[in-house]
Structures are given as structure tokens and as C-alpha cells.
């Protein structure tokens, strides 16, 4: 497996090649952020039309190439980042990701009717932190709730695409830059994540040869 990373434009790719199924190939993937543009340190405090502008320029100022995927990581909730991206840009669909407690779950179940009212699909929900499994003895603890956003799910007529653990390999290797699914891709926490984008891809149009 190797990894070269380098910035083109202002615009981060990871190049990785990849073992997967007993054969090889090669990742691109790009990503574009404000933090890119800013201080480490430095807060990005903007709301409306700014929030607006900004959105805008990264969507559409951003020589993304030829994508199979655009995925845009949002704030939970039903803010202005949410109204602009559907509103400037065809979406496929939704993934609403959540924990299992009382509080994220609000968030949640809003985020999933704002995009039902502004007609985008939502695929479905991710349960996030499902699980903690202690790596001494193997027990497992539900440190957030057993089944929260399945019972959101099963309220709202949506499926559940999967369940992400609550793993520190999982923060160790995003800290460190290389994802669970690159630098682990047989571990637990990694065929996870497969799981959930096999569910996702499998419910979006393909996209263009």
C-alpha cells in the first residue's frame, strides 16, 4: 500500500494504492475545506449570505475534475450550509449521520425533513459510536444507546445503512491521516465503513462513463 500526498491548487489529493479483493488500484481523492484557506486556530464565524458566497466558490471555483462522487460533509442540523448546497447543486441523496443518544437524535430527525422538504433524497442513516467493545476483556458496552437512530430510522420509513463503532483506531488513524479503510482495510472498523458505501452507492444513480 502507498500513499503521496501533495496540494494542487488548493485543492488536497490523496493518491493510495489499494489491496482490495485480492486485486490492486489506484484511490484518487481530492478534498477542499476553508481550513484549507485559513489559520489551524482560526474560527470561521459566518452566517447568511456569507456562509452563501463561500459555499458557492468551493462548489463551483474548485477544478474538481472528473468525479464519480462529490461527497460534502455538513453540519448537523438545518443551517444555512444546508439550504445553499441544495439549492445550488443537484444532490443524489442525503446520508444522515448520527450517535444514539435523545440529543443528536433531534438533530437528526431535522436534518432528514429539511432535505424531504426541499426535495432530496435521503438514502438513509448511519448509526455513529454504536458500540464500544473493551480491548482487554472483548465486552461491549453501548456508551450512547443500543438503538436510537434505528428507531429514528423505523419512524421516518428510512433504512439503516450501517453502524460505525466507537473505536480508537478509528480516531488514531484519521488523526495520523491515513483512514482505517487505507491503512487497516481488514480490521472491523474498516469493513464498516465498506459496508455503509456499498450501501450508499447501491442506492444512487451511476454515475457517467
Given amino acids: 500500500m502507498v500513499s503521496i500526498s501533495f496540494n494542487i491548487n488548493l485543492t488536497f489529493l490523496e493518491i493510495y494504492l489499494v489491496s482490495c479483493w485480492k486485486a490492486k488500484f489506484l484511490l484518487y481523492c481530492f478534498s477542499m475545506s476553508m481550513g484549507f484557506l485559513i489559520e489551524e486556530t482560526a474560527p470561521v464565524v459566518w452566517r447568511g449570505l456569507m456562509v452563501m458566497s463561500a459555499v458557492e466558490k468551493l462548489l463551483r471555483q474548485v477544478d474538481w475534475g472528473q468525479l464519480d462522487y462529490l461527497v460534502i460533509d455538513m453540519p448537523p442540523g438545518t443551517g444555512d450550509v444546508q439550504l445553499s448546497v441544495s439549492q445550488n447543486i443537484p444532490i443524489a441523496g442525503a446520508v444522515i449521520i448520527s450517535t444514539p443518544q435523545d440529543i443528536a437524535l433531534l438533530d437528526a ?4 425533513e429539511m432535505f424531504r422538504k426541499v426535495h432530496v433524497p435521503v ?9 464500544f467493545q473493551c480491548p482487554k476483556c472483548k465486552h461491549e458496552t453501548h456508551i450512547f444507546g443500543a438503538d ?3 428507531d429514528l ?3 421516518l420509513g428510512l433504512d439503516i445503512l450501517g453502524d460505525i463503532p466507537l473505536h480508537v483506531n ?14 487497516q482495510p481488514q480490521s472491523d472498523a474498516a469493513k464498516a465503513y465498506l459496508r455503509i458505501a456499498m450501501e450508499i452507492v447501491r442506492r444512487l444513480p451511476v454515475p457517467p462513463a
Fill in 109 to 112: 430527525r431535522k436534518g432528514a
Fill in 148 to 150: 436510537g437512530v434505528r
Fill in 153 to 155: 430510522a423505523k419512524s
Fill in 123 to 131: 438514502l438513509g442513516l448511519v448509526q455513529n459510536m454504536s458500540v
Fill in 170 to 183: 478509528i480516531r488514531e488513524t484519521c488523526d495520523s491521516g491515513q483512514p482505517v479503510v487505507i491503512s
